[in-house]
């Protein structure tokens, strides 16, 4: 819903960008969970990070949710 293009308040599954998070490829989602399934090592938000610098493809405002 926070990708979806459209201007409704809910995803709309068929706009570009639902597509493609629905397909687990969208460029603007970035999903880090931990590798041993208990924590976040720091090379997971180094790289979050680092990718993070670039400029969004379709969103307008860069947003991190932890």
């Not at 570009?16 to 208990?38: L, R, T, V, W, Y």
């Not at 924590?39 to 379709?58: C, D, P, S, V």
Request: net charge positive; proline share 3%; aromatic share 10%.
């Amino acid at each position: 819903m926070i990708l979806c293009m459209q201007e409704n308040k809910s995803e709309c599954k068929t706009c570009k960008s639902c597509i493609q998070f629905a397909s687990n490829n969208h460029p603007d989602f970035m999903k880090i969970e931990p590798e041993d399934g208990k924590t976040i090592k720091i090379e997971q938000i180094r790289y979050m990070r680092r990718k993070n610098r670039r400029k969004a493809n379709y969103i307008f405002k860069k947003s991190i949710y932890y």
